[in-house]
């Protein structure tokens, strides 16, 4: 049963390797900013921040795949992401991942799953 309380977005709001959906969870207490977007039919979520650097993947907000609508990208340094996986395929953090948030789809909504505290 997911928390009806930590919504995300309606399902329909994330285009096979199109725009992601931003939103944001909590880290020590803090806001930190998160994504989620959609590949090989399911939704995956993960922390807003390279690898490499702790910046923002989008290049423009939730636009965090690269051209193909294959790989997510890091507009600063070029990191690529497998987006099922959050591996980094090429890049400056080449064999490292992104942070991935655990989300579920159920009755046409995406959700967060995992308390956003356990990750303070």
Partial sequence: MVDPARVICVSS???EGGKGVRFSVLRGGK???????????????????CAHIPVELD????EFFESSGLYLMCTTHGATYEPDTGY??????K??????????????????TQSENNHG
């Fill in 88 to 93: 980094c395929v090429m890049g400056p953090c």
């Fill in 59 to 62: 290049w423009v907000e939730g």
């Fill in 13 to 15: 709001a994330l285009i």
């Fill in 31 to 49: 806001p930190v900013p998160a994504f989620v977007v959609r590949y090989n039919g399911s939704a995956y979520g993960y922390l807003n921040q």
């Fill in 95 to 112: 064999r490292q991942r992104l942070t991935a948030l655990s989300v579920a789809e159920e009755d046409g909504k995406v959700y967060l």
